[in-house]
C-alpha cells in the first residue's frame, strides 16, 4: 500500500485495525519467544497500539516504526508520556519512557538503527502489506535485523476472493515461504469476530466462510548439539 493510503487513514480517524486494549494473544504467547525482559524489541508497523506499552512495561525497550505522526503523538498522549521528539536522517525520532517510536518509513531503516534488535513483534505490519510488498518487507528485516532475533507473528487467513485487504490474508505456506530457514511454530488459530466491518458485509465471518488469527513463534534453527537457543516456556 502507498503511503498516502495510511497517512489518510490517520488523517480522517480511519483505524478499525486499532484496538483500545493490550493483544490478547501478545499476553498468551509472548512468554513463548523466550527473550530476557531486557531485551529490545521492534514492532514494526506499530500505530498506536497499546501493546507497546504492554511490552515496555514487562521490562522490554521498544522501538516502533510508524509512518504517521498522528499515531506518534497519540500513543504518547495516551500513555501520559511527553515524548523528546528530534529529526534524525529520514526519521523523527520520538521517545518516552521506555518506547522509541521512529516517525518515517520503515523500508528506509537500516542495520545501525536495528543493531540490539532481539525481538519482533508483528501484530499488523505483515497482514496490511499485499504480497509484493510482503516479500520485500520480509527481505528487508531479513537483511537488516542482527542474527538470532526471535518473533511473535500474528497473521489472519480468510477467502480474499470475498473482500480485498488491509488486512490481507497471509497463507500458511507463505509464512513458511518469507521465514524459511528458521523454526517456525504455529502456536494458536482461532475463528475472530474482530475483522473489520466490511468483512461481515462481504458475508466473512461465519462458519461456512470463516476469518482465522494465526500466531506464529518464529526463531532461529537450533544447531546439532548445541543448547544456546533454547525457548523456555
Known amino acids: 500500500m502507498h503511503s498516502d493510503f495510511w497517512l489518510e487513514r ?4 480511519q483505524l478499525g485495525w486499532h484496538r483500545d486494549e493490550v ?24 500505530g498506536k497500539t497499546r501493546d507497546m506499552a504492554w511490552l515496555a512495561h514487562a521490562g522490554h525497550e521498544v522501538l516502533g516504526c510508524e509512518l504517521s505522526a498522528i499515531a506518534a503523538r497519540e500513543f504518547f498522549s495516551e500513555s501520559n508520556l511527553v515524548p523528546d521528539s528530534r529529526r534524525e536522517g529520514r ?9 522509541t517510536i521512529l516517525e518515517g518509513d520503515l523500508f528506509d531503516l ?49 477467502d480474499q476472493s470475498r473482500v480485498a485487504g488491509p488486512p490481507f490474508s497471509v497463507p500458511e505456506a507463505e509464512v513458511h515461504e518469507l521465514y524459511g530457514g528458521q523454526e517456525i511454530g504455529k502456536l494458536f488459530t482461532e475463528d475472530t469476530t474482530e475483522a473489520p466491518p466490511r468483512f461481515a458485509e462481504a458475508g466473512l465471518g ?13 526463531v532461529p534453527k537450533r544447531r546439532h548439539g548445541c543448547s544456546c ?3 523456555r516456556s
Request: include cysteine; charge should be positive; proline fraction near 10%.
Open 206 to 218: 461465519g462458519p461456512s466462510s470463516p476469518v482465522r488469527q494465526k500466531v506464529w513463534r518464529i
Open 91 to 99: 526519521f523523527v525520532r520520538h521517545r518516552g519512557g521506555s518506547v
Open 23 to 46: 493483544n490478547p494473544a501478545l499476553v498468551r504467547h509472548w512468554p513463548s519467544v523466550g527473550l530476557d525482559p531486557a531485551s529490545k524489541v521492534l514492532v514494526p508497523l506499530c
Open 10 to 13: 490517520w488523517r480522517t480517524h
Open 229 to 231: 537457543s533454547r525457548t
Open 110 to 158: 537500516d542495520q545501525s538503527t536495528l543493531a540490539g534488535i532481539q525481538g519482533v513483534y508483528d501484530r499488523g505490519a505483515l497482514v496490511a502489506l499485499p504480497p509484493d510488498m510482503r516479500r520485500r518487507y520480509a527481505a528487508v528485516l531479513a537483511r537488516l535485523l542482527p542474527p538470532g532475533v526471535r518473533t511473535l507473528l500474528l497473521t489472519l487467513e480468510y
